[in-house]
């Protein structure tokens, strides 16, 4: 994973954590909160059965409590106007027999009222609750479980994020420690194997026909092990961001065919770049473009049987963007293989056979540091074409 992508995880993980304690305490909050509304209403019914129950047992001789309206065939009380709609002579069928009581709640003339209707001895008497006190008890109740909502809430996210960042912090200081072991361990890996291949070069030089295969055997392993260790160290440096700056990206790609001429001359691949003669300058890190064109470049030589031909082409395919291709005549991939050819240590079926271990891996990541992109393409047999494009450091 490149290191900017573990931050991109890291942060993912930062705030999927915070999230996850804020949607906790919120649904805590939630629950208690409808609980509690909950027992407010339940009891604010009961509280108004009880009353209206009681003042239909105490009759219109008693002045019943406030909010309360008490019906009965002789009258009515309170003495006064009584509210508009009351009492409804429909409810009294509901209650034909003694002792029947009926319930219910009704919104009459815009306020909600508990009705009790009930027969006693054959006289029905219709009781009414206005809840306009319970209605704001309810409201006050809801502002206030909102406001404690949103401040828990708020809490949760606070409290979150700090305990996500030190539950994350352990995790970080291990990948950078696993990249700074990486850094190092490559660093100091590589001035040994470098005089190692050198001597054992020398030796194969100076050794007999017996021997020479045996050393030529030396020779290969050690380079496939400085490159091993060069591409863990650009894997380690990826993580730095170093600063980017004008690079001549044609004259970079002629080095890197200059640099494997030899080595196509003895495998028997034609070897040459296709460009105008005006500068292709991007914004990028030299070393590591150099970097991702010697291994593209050394993918197209391990794919080519001998014979064949691998072209360098560099144009302008927009005005912000620099594009080169690496086009080879070789083995070629499977369609399928277009993306899992830059994973890391996938293994090719065709070419050498060998894995393409860190190498495109890594291209890719160093494209993607550099704010470009890279696409593979090919048919078994026809040859592949690896895109590279960057952005211009001239753009028109």
Do not use: K
Request: charged content about 20%; some cysteine.
């Amino acid at each position: 994973m490149r290191p900017d992508a573990e931050e991109r995880a890291l942060r993912r993980a930062r705030w999927a954590i915070t999230a996850q304690i804020g949607v906790v305490v919120s649904l805590l909050v939630a629950v208690a909160g409808g609980i509690a509304y909950g027992m407010l209403l339940s009891g604010q019914h009961a509280d108004a059965d009880r009353t209206l129950a009681r003042t239909i047992q105490l009759g219109p001789g008693t002045t019943p409590p406030g909010c309360v309206w008490l019906f009965t065939p002789a009258g009515h009380a309170p003495a006064g106007t009584p509210p508009a709609g009351m009492p409804l002579p429909a409810l009294t069928a509901t209650v034909p027999s003694p002792g029947d009581v009926h319930t219910e709640r009704r919104s009459i003339g815009g306020m909600t009222y508990t009705i009790r209707v009930e027969n006693r001895g054959g006289v029905v008497s219709q009781a009414y609750f206005e809840e306009v006190y319970q209605i704001q008890d309810r409201s006050s109740l809801l502002f206030g479980l909102g406001v404690a909502e949103v401040l828990a809430l708020l809490a949760a996210l606070v409290c979150g994020r700090v305990l996500a960042c030190r539950a994350i912090r352990p995790l970080a200081d291990a990948l950078r420690r696993q990249r700074t072991f990486v850094a190092d361990a490559s660093h100091e890996l590589r001035a040994p194997l470098t005089r190692l291949h050198t001597r054992a070069q020398l030796l194969a030089r100076r050794a007999s026909s017996r021997d020479a295969a045996d050393l030529d055997q030396l020779v290969r392993g050690t380079r496939e092990l400085g490159e091993v260790v060069e591409d863990l160290l650009l894997s380690a440096q990826a993580c730095d961001r170093p600063s980017l700056e004008p690079v001549e990206l044609g004259s970079l790609a002629e080095e890197a065919v200059a640099a494997e001429a030899v080595r196509a001359d003895q495998s028997q691949v034609r070897l040459a770049v296709t460009r105008e003669r005006r500068p292709y300058v991007v914004q990028g890190v030299p070393t590591a473009l150099r970097r991702v064109l010697s291994a593209l470049l050394d993918n197209a030589l391990g794919h080519t049987p001998p014979g064949g031909s691998i072209e360098v082409w560099l144009g302008l395919p927009d005005e912000r963007h620099v594009e080169l291709r690496v086009r080879d005549t070789g083995v070629g991939f499977p369609a399928a293989d277009a993306e899992r050819i830059f994973e890391r240590f996938a293994r090719g079926s065709d070419g050498d056979g060998r894995r393409f271990g860190l190498g495109l891996a890594l291209v890719r990541e160093v494209v993607a540091g550099h704010g470009g992109t890279i696409a593979a393409a090919g048919r078994p047999g026809a040859g592949a074409t690896f895109t590279l494009r960057l952005l211009r450091a001239d753009p028109v």
